[in-house]
């Protein structure tokens, strides 16, 4: 039985990434599609004096997919907005602590979120709930966008809380990505010049 588990386990991890990763992948399409939506509405409505009919409601509901589709990639590269310049004080077990709560804080807070747009996802569905105007553009993609990026996300900080636990965790790093490029850069450059 444990084994079974083990392996239920080991798919699961592998599942995860990809699911993010589709999910992001087809979030960025979807923000191609809304750029040329957009910019097409805006050509057609300057030179031909006409626009694409119901472009507004399509952009809404695209814009629906694209953000909450994008959430649990977001989650995994840490690239929420947070502000550091309390962290950066703190010492390294302080973070850790802190790093727990607001995890837990998030994920409390993305649990009641999926928690109603289950029932919101459903009731959508089930009466074919649409946005009024001169094209039907249906609202449970969005919907079910939300229900999806919202577990994702869930799963993602469930799993940072677990890394969280190991004393070798990334997640109480301080410094962006584009920061710690830099610093890698920095010491790439002294090792090179420290060698001749």
């Known amino acids: 039985m444990r084994l079974i588990g083990r392996e239920v386990m080991e798919i699961v991890k592998r599942l995860i990434p990809l699911a993010i990763s589709a999910c992001a992948t ?3 399409w979807i923000a191609l599609i809304v750029t040329l939506l957009v910019t097409l509405d805006v050509v057609l409505r300057y030179i031909f004096r006409a626009s694409i ?63 109603e747009s289950i029932g919101l996802f459903a009731y959508s569905l089930s009466v074919g709930e649409y946005y009024g105007g001169a094209v039907r553009v249906p609202i449970y993609p969005g919907r ?3 229900l999806v990026g919202c577990g994702l996300m869930m799963i993602q900080l469930v799993k940072d809380l677990v890394d969280l636990r190991s004393p070798k965790s990334k997640l109480i790093e301080v410094a962006s990505p584009e920061v710690r490029e830099i610093e890698e850069t920095i010491q790439k450059i002294e090792k090179e010049q420290g060698k001749k």
């Open 53 to 115: 009919p119901a472009s507004m409601e399509f952009t809404q509901a695209l814009l629906v997919l694209l953000v909450y589709l994008a959430l649990g990639k977001a989650q995994e590269g840490k690239q929420h907005i947070r502000v550091e310049f309390v962290i950066e004080k703190m010492s390294p077990q302080m973070r850790r602590r802190w790093e727990i709560v607001v995890h837990l804080f998030a994920l409390v807070f993305i649990g009641i979120v999926f928690w």
């Open 26 to 28: 087809l979030s960025g």
């Open 144 to 146: 079910g966008a939300i």
